[in-house]
Nanobody, 122 residues
Framework: QVQLVESGGGLVQPGGSLRLSCAAS????????LSWFRQAPGKEREFVAA???????YYSNSVKGRFTISRDNAKNTVYLQMNSLKPEDTAVYYC????????????????WGQGTQVTVSS
């Protein structure tokens, strides 16, 4: 059964950093565009960052310059390095995969992870 499993979330102080990982099982990510989304309490799920199979990247304006998405196809894993974290970054973070040759910025992903909680608070 295909699974995307996120890890690396936790509690961090404002200005701190976290690195999220999303590992795939029973699925080769080589042919997938990958994205990170987040959902804060009482809010809609929102796009954070995306990366294509050719390593092109795209970011939401709210995280550009602070977050970096990357992928390691040999490890079948996508990462989200989050620096200069702010309280408004607090959310459950989800990874998603879409069979695509390019960066995918739609909503109809093939697979979703279960999410990992990130809390930014002093």
């Amino acid at each position: 059964q295909v699974q995307l499993v996120e890890s690396g979330g936790g509690l961090v102080q404002p200005g701190g950093s976290l690195r999220l990982s999303c590992a795939a099982s029973e699925l080769s990510l080589d042919y997938y565009a990958l994205s990170w989304f987040r959902q804060a309490p009482g809010k809609e799920r929102e796009f954070v960052a995306a990366i294509s199979g050719s390593y092109s990247t795209y970011y939401s304006n709210s995280v550009k310059g602070r977050f970096t998405i990357s992928r390691d196809n040999a490890k079948n894993t996508v990462y989200l390095q989050m620096n200069s974290l702010k309280p408004e970054d607090t959310a459950v973070y989800y990874c998603a995969a879409k069979a695509s040759d390019s960066v995918y910025l739609g909503v109809n992903y093939d697979y979703w992870g279960q999410g990992t909680q990130v809390t930014v608070s002093s």
